[in-house]
């Protein structure tokens, strides 16, 4: 049976606690997956993408199948900048 997957990228910050749905993008299954999603999180600036599959073209029902982070998308927010005291 054939299987299809649907990429959904998120925009996460811990330190403001956010974690958003940005897109969804169905992947091709003759392509290599991790090339794929790679460009859906540079395209999205997205540090965390989650890969789920389905039995249907529809994705009526997904299940998880696969999670990437990506560091160079991280919200860096909670990185420690000197305090100016002028």
């Known amino acids: 049976m054939k299987k299809y997957f649907l990429a959904v990228t ?4 811990e330190h403001n606690e ?11 299954s003759s ?9 859906f ?4 600036v997205a540090p965390l993408v989650q890969v789920y599959k389905s039995e249907t073209s529809d994705f009526q029902e997904l299940k998880l199948h696969k999670e990437f982070k990506f560091k160079e998308y991280e ?11 002028s």
């Open 75 to 85: 919200c860096g927010c909670n990185e420690e900048t000197p305090n100016d005291e």
């Open 31 to 39: 392509v290599d997956m991790e090339n794929q999603v790679r460009n």
């Open 10 to 13: 998120y925009d996460v910050c």
């Open 41 to 44: 999180a540079k395209l999205d």
């Open 18 to 28: 956010l974690f958003e749905h940005m897109n969804e993008y169905p992947l091709e």
